[in-house]
């Protein structure tokens, strides 16, 4: 079946604290793999993509993400977080012309 | 013009009411999308038209009639809703040949 897994529902931090929001796919979703981020009362921010290349992918507020072919993951990783991120985060594999949503991982910042 | 906008922001209809949801973009994007999406959970797809016509269905029931006038402009049109059908109505869009989709902020819909 195609799926993409978020590990944890809920990620709690410190501010100023490194987070990583864990996402793993099935092989059968393209290796096409997004990150967005949906804040309070909003649509949904793409905040990176790996489609091809480099397995390190940079995207925007500072977030990144590493895509790993053996372990079928493409974790989120951000070295310090704000109080302004806290959002719903969701990991996202295209598959025939759709979008694979995970569950959402809610990143909570505490001061 | 680099998003996605969507018309009205919040909306409140009666069980037998008609209304309609509007979604725009001016990006040259020629794949569209409506999803829905409840409280804590994932968009789920509804429809998604390519070069203005449905090429996706996902079994929704015929109470959603979704339109496609031209390559801007999607619509949703809503009849005899249940108070189920209350949440956040997403539109989207891809440019041709690219899977990324841009969203719009959806309208929060409540079916009293």
């Known amino acids: 079946a195609q799926s993409v897994t978020q590990l944890d529902s809920q990620v709690p931090v410190f501010e100023e604290a490194p987070v990583e929001l864990r996402c793993n796919y099935s092989s059968s979703v393209s290796v096409y793999l997004f990150w967005y981020v949906q804040y309070p009362n909003q649509g949904l921010q793409l905040l990176l993509k790996y489609l091809s290349g480099s397995t390190l992918v940079k995207g925007i507020n500072g977030f990144e993400a590493e895509f790993n072919k053996s372990q079928t993951s493409f974790h989120l990783r951000k070295p310090s977080v704000h109080i302004s991120d806290t959002a719903e985060y969701f990991c996202a594999g295209s598959s025939a012309s759709k979008i694979i949503f995970g569950s959402g991982t809610r990143l909570s910042i505490r001061p | 013009d680099t998003e996605v906008t969507q018309t009205p922001k919040h909306l409140v209809m009666g069980m037998t009411n008609k209304k309609s949801l509007k979604c725009e973009q001016h990006m040259g994007h020629r794949a569209m999308y409506w999803y829905k999406q409840k409280a804590k959970k994932p968009p789920e797809l509804m429809f998604v038209?390519?070069?203005?016509?449905?090429?996706i269905n996902e079994s929704v029931p015929s109470r959603f009639s979704p339109e496609c006038p031209n390559s801007s402009l999607l619509n949703l049109h809503l009849h005899a809703l249940q108070p189920e059908d209350s949440a956040l109505y997403l539109c989207?869009?891809?440019?041709?040949?690219?899977?990324?989709?841009?969203f719009g902020p959806g309208t929060r819909l409540t079916v009293t």
């Open positions: 989207a869009s891809s440019p041709p040949g690219v899977d990324e989709q841009y």
């Open positions: 038209y390519s070069y203005e016509k449905l090429s």
